[in-house]
């Protein structure tokens, strides 16, 4: 049982270029979600996924996309990677969206954009 | 505005040194605060949830208590293996989501 899985661990863009963050989770849970973590700024929610099927807008969704691939998958895009998209990526999930269940969190994906 | 800030920023304890984390909140109506650990690199770790004041929840070392304005986690008799970065986090009623809105952290380094 890995619990939420990340790929890659670290990645080095230059500005403009496109990537695709993966995220994996094998515990069953019907909700994702995508943070990233600044210093001094706490994780903030990028994008959300309820359901399979279903995707919604999170704090700070601009410049990013996401596709809930199946129950298991949900991956986070940057079309053209910008320095400010320098960050730690974190996607975690839950069992349900509606209630107070706890997140539980992958590794992270440590990307700098030149 | 939902806020929740965490104090102190950095704390730093003697081996069996005891002392509290804080974390203060304003939300609409709280529908449970969480506390996380991170270890440098690494993703947040769950460790406890609490739902309603007065409520405490403990974990080996750790125990967390809540009341209608802050929480705190009190760490008895640390050891180092318990430095790490602590996330407070807070989930407001009547969102459609399961959005938490995270506070910057507290990281304690503790010293044999």
């Known amino acids: 049982n890995a619990g939420v899985t990340q790929t890659p661990k670290f990645q080095v863009l230059k500005t403009g270029q496109s990537m695709t963050l993966q995220c994996a989770q094998d515990?069953?849970?019907?909700?994702m979600y995508w943070y990233r973590q600044d210093p001094g700024m706490g994780l903030r929610l990028i994008y959300y996924s309820a359901s399979e099927g279903t995707t919604d807008k999170g704090e700070v969704p601009n410049g990013y996309n996401v596709s809930r691939l199946n129950k298991r998958e949900f991956s986070l895009r940057l079309e053209s990677a910008a320095p400010s998209q320098t960050s730690v990526y974190f996607c975690?999930?839950?069992?349900?969206?509606?209630?107070?269940?706890?997140?539980?969190f992958g590794p992270g994906t440590r990307l700098t954009v030149t | 505005e939902d806020q929740v800030t965490q104090s102190p920023e950095a704390l730093r304890l003697q081996e069996g040194e005891s002392s509290s984390l804080n974390c203060s909140y304003t939300?609409?109506?709280?529908?449970?605060l969480f506390w996380y650990r991170q270890d440098p690199g690494k993703g947040p770790e769950f460790l406890f949830t609490l739902y309603s004041a007065g409520e405490e929840k403990e974990k080996e070392r750790l125990k967390a208590t809540l009341t209608k304005k802050e929480s705190f986690l009190h760490i008895t008799a640390p050891k180092p293996e318990d430095s790490a970065t602590y996330l407070c986090a807070v989930q407001a009623h009547g969102g459609a989501t399961n959005k938490l809105i995270f506070g910057t952290g507290t990281l304690l380094a503790v010293q044999p």
């Open positions: 515990m069953n849970h019907n909700s």
């Open positions: 975690a999930s839950s069992d349900r969206l509606d209630s107070s269940y706890e997140q539980y």
């Open positions: 939300v609409s109506g709280l529908r449970g």
